[in-house]
């Protein structure tokens, strides 16, 4: 027994590092035998960054690279992205390569704007995201899958954050009809970081900021209301985020009829302006053909004759005629 314990401590002396003991005793506590095994050089892991900025409109590149504790691997892989969460989230780029092959070829790629970057062969998953928007921000999770001889798959828990910055841009700007024949203005605007929303306009002031309207599905999006629209004229949303500002207008311009009450509020958004005049262009020109017809209704020869004297002769030559119509340009 005690030339078992010897032996024991001379052989766990000599094992080399990198490797482990392992003892096998009986029922007695005897020792039967005593097996040196390889201990794996490394292990699986998954390298990633915390977080990666990149403006809406451009690309982003989502690092990744692992390691795995099988000395060589040259069998079928597949690689795989992720979004929102790991293992389960909706995949949104996969590609597989084939025995001895470094050419992944693409299997899946969302909308056309994931691309892989890295060399899987070479433990590199990096993707390449195309054409930002604000809807790519999130979470991503890369993961490989052995499926040769060696049957194993690993992929990162916490993931990468997509963080998609964008100046303010307003998506919606609206006047609606409020209780009591009032009038009340709302204004929806994206970017990220999220923009500060006001409202100016007659009697507001310049700046003056409104009350939050209702909350939106989407995180990078911001609605402010303007309650009460007391006095005619422009409205004007100022959208306001680190990168930029953005702002939109609606006119409101109410028709009073003979009791007083508000018959109409026209809404014209930021090309307000530009629809008034066109509508003053429209009166005149369906004016000018009343004046045409009216005129055709006139006792006047079938066949043009020519104008041989003034306005006052012309009278003086038909004194039973009726009025004649004159049309100011």
Same mark, same amino acid.
């Given at each position: 027994?005690?030339?078992?314990?010897?032996?024991?401590?001379?052989?766990?002396?000599?094992?080399?590092?990198?490797?482990?003991? #392992?003892?096998?005793?009986?029922?007695?506590?005897?020792?039967?035998?005593?097996?040196?095994?390889?201990?794996?050089?490394?292990?699986? $892991?998954?390298?990633?960054?915390?977080?990666?900025?990149?403006?809406?409109?451009?690309?982003?590149?989502?690092?990744?690279?692992? @390691?795995?504790?099988?000395?060589?691997?040259?069998?079928?892989?597949?690689?795989?992205?992720?979004?929102?969460?790991?293992?389960?989230?909706?995949?949104?780029?996969?590609?597989?390569?084939?025995? &001895?092959?470094?050419?992944?070829?693409?299997?899946?790629?969302?909308?056309? #704007?994931?691309?892989?970057?890295?060399?899987? #062969?070479?433990?590199?998953?990096?993707?390449?995201?195309?054409?930002?928007?604000?809807?790519?921000? &999130?979470?991503?999770?890369?993961?490989?899958?052995?499926?040769?001889?060696?049957?194993?798959?690993?992929? $990162?828990?916490?993931?990468?954050?997509?963080?998609? @910055?964008?100046?303010?841009?307003?998506?919606?700007?609206?006047?609606?009809?409020?209780?009591?024949?009032?009038?009340?203005?709302?204004?929806?605007?994206?970017?990220?970081?999220?923009?500060?929303?006001?409202?100016?306009?007659?009697?507001?002031?310049?700046?003056?900021?409104?009350?939050?309207?209702?909350?939106?599905?989407?995180?990078?999006? =911001?609605?402010?209301?303007?309650?009460?629209?007391?006095?005619?004229?422009?409205?004007?949303?100022?959208?306001?985020?680190?990168?930029?500002?953005?702002?939109? $207008?609606?006119?409101?311009?109410?028709?009073?009829?003979?009791?007083?009450?508000?018959?109409?509020?026209?809404?014209?958004?930021?090309?307000?302006?530009?629809?008034?005049?066109?509508?003053?262009?429209?009166?005149?020109?369906? @004016?000018?053909?009343?004046?045409?017809?009216?005129? =055709? @209704?006139?006792?006047?020869?079938?066949?043009?004759?020519?104008?041989?004297?003034?306005?006052?002769?012309?009278?003086?030559?038909?004194?039973?005629?009726?009025?004649?119509?004159?049309?100011?340009?």
């Amino acid at each position: 027994m005690e030339g078992s314990i010897r032996l024991l401590a001379c052989l766990v002396c000599i094992v080399p590092m990198g490797s482990f003991v #392992r003892t096998k005793r009986d029922t007695t506590g005897n020792l039967l035998n005593t097996e040196v095994h390889s201990a794996p050089t490394q292990r699986w $892991s998954m390298q990633v960054p915390a977080e990666v900025s990149a403006a809406a409109g451009e690309a982003a590149v989502l690092p990744c690279t692992f @390691t795995h504790p099988h000395r060589h691997y040259d069998g079928p892989l597949t690689a795989i992205w992720r979004a929102g969460e790991p293992y389960a989230g909706p995949q949104v780029f996969r590609c597989a390569a084939a025995r &001895g092959s470094e050419l992944c070829q693409t299997a899946l790629s969302l909308h056309g #704007r994931f691309r892989l970057l890295g060399n899987p #062969r070479r433990n590199d998953l990096s993707l390449r995201i195309e054409r930002l928007a604000l809807a790519d921000d &999130g979470r991503y999770f890369c993961r490989v899958e052995f499926a040769g001889d060696i049957h194993d798959r690993y992929e $990162s828990r916490h993931g990468v954050r997509l963080r998609v @910055t964008a100046a303010p841009r307003i998506v919606n700007i609206s006047v609606l009809p409020g209780p009591a024949h009032a009038f009340r203005a709302l204004c929806t605007a994206e970017g990220e970081p999220p923009p500060a929303l006001a409202w100016s306009g007659p009697a507001l002031g310049n700046g003056s900021v409104a009350v939050p309207g209702p909350g939106q599905d989407h995180s990078h999006q =911001v609605t402010a209301e303007l309650p009460a629209l007391d006095h005619d004229g422009r409205y004007t949303c100022t959208a306001s985020n680190s990168l930029g500002r953005a702002e939109a $207008s609606v006119y409101l311009f109410r028709f009073r009829g003979a009791s007083g009450a508000s018959a109409i509020a026209l809404q014209l958004g930021a090309l307000g302006l530009k629809a008034l005049l066109l509508l003053g262009v429209l009166a005149a020109r369906a @004016t000018a053909r009343r004046c045409q017809e009216h005129a =055709v @209704t006139q006792d006047t020869p079938p066949w043009p004759q020519a104008q041989e004297s003034n306005y006052e002769n012309l009278s003086q030559m038909s004194p039973r005629g009726p009025p004649t119509a004159v049309c100011s340009p």
